[in-house]
């Protein structure tokens, strides 16, 4: 047997040397592959700063108002409207007049100059997403908003990344809800969700083998 050059100790720091930068790699891979999952990486549950602090839970829970009386075009249209400075002075030329939190409102209005406010649930450019179409096959606000109608302060409750869309468009009987309860935030899913899931999906013509197409939502 020939003499041995080198100790054996140089084969565990070989075998480092190839699976050391393997094991970076894969760990590299990972956190790209997760960080968009972050809530600090998607902004979940991050207010935003507003030119006005607007509360949902004031204005649906405290004062009863439905999501379409500001949201007007909502169940016509992709977009679901932000309400002019108009729709709010309808109330706040009557009450809160003085209140110096609006006085943004009021310069807006007096001025006839838009708010500029902040979106909170802004989607790609390469993304096309259609509120109409939701609601029209029973997707209700807040499958997607959360309970903004309990929130001071309007903060992103999901990701809205694809990876999430796409569990609902591979099983949307999981989801769906009747029509009549898709602005109701409080509304829950009954024990037998599936069964009448699967029917609310044939009632409102779901296309399901469609739904995962890349050209529904990217045009």
């Given at each position: 047997?020939?003499?041995?050059?080198?100790?054996?100790?140089?084969?565990?720091?070989?075998?480092?040397?190839?699976?050391?930068?393997?094991?970076?790699?894969?760990?590299?891979?990972?956190?790209?592959?997760?960080?968009?999952?972050?809530?600090?990486?998607?902004?979940?549950?991050?207010?935003?700063?507003?030119?006005?602090?607007?509360?949902?839970?004031?204005?649906?829970?405290?004062?009863?108002?439905?999501?379409?009386?500001?949201?007007?075009?909502?169940?016509e249209t992709a977009f679901a409207g932000i309400p002019p400075t108009e729709t709010c002075m309808a109330c706040h030329s009557q009450i809160w007049t003085e209140a110096p939190m609006l006085e943004p409102v009021r310069a807006?209005?007096?001025?006839?100059?838009?708010?500029?406010?902040?979106?909170?649930?802004?989607?790609?450019?390469?993304?096309?997403?259609?509120?109409?179409?939701?609601?029209?096959?029973?997707?209700?606000?807040?499958?997607?908003?959360?309970?903004?109608?309990?929130?001071?302060?309007?903060?992103?409750?999901?990701?809205?990344?694809?990876?999430?869309?796409?569990?609902?468009?591979?099983?949307?009987?999981?989801?769906?809800?009747?029509?009549?309860?898709?602005?109701?935030?409080?509304?829950?899913?009954?024990?037998?969700?599936?069964?009448?899931?699967?029917?609310?999906?044939?009632?409102?013509?779901?296309?399901?083998?469609?739904?995962?197409?890349?050209?529904?939502?990217?045009?």
């Amino acid at each position: 047997m020939p003499p041995q050059i080198f100790r054996r100790s140089i084969n565990s720091f070989a075998n480092l040397t190839i699976i050391g930068p393997a094991v970076v790699i894969g760990l590299v891979l990972t956190v790209l592959l997760n960080i968009n999952r972050l809530d600090y990486v998607s902004h979940v549950g991050m207010p935003k700063d507003q030119p006005a602090p607007f509360s949902h839970k004031h204005h649906v829970t405290g004062m009863g108002i439905d999501c379409r009386f500001c949201h007007t075009t909502v169940e016509e249209t992709a977009f679901a409207g932000i309400p002019p400075t108009e729709t709010c002075m309808a109330c706040h030329s009557q009450i809160w007049t003085e209140a110096p939190m609006l006085e943004p409102v009021r310069a807006s209005f007096r001025d006839d100059t838009s708010l500029r406010w902040t979106r909170i649930h802004d989607l790609p450019d390469f993304v096309y997403f259609k509120h109409d179409i939701h609601i029209s096959k029973g997707i209700g606000c807040e499958t997607c908003h959360g309970r903004i109608d309990r929130m001071p302060l309007a903060w992103k409750s999901q990701t809205l990344n694809m990876e999430w869309c796409l569990e609902c468009h591979r099983a949307p009987q999981k989801f769906i809800r009747p029509r009549e309860e898709v602005f109701n935030m409080s509304w829950t899913h009954p024990p037998d969700q599936e069964a009448a899931g699967l029917e609310l999906v044939r009632q409102y013509g779901v296309q399901t083998s469609q739904l995962t197409d890349c050209s529904i939502c990217h045009l």
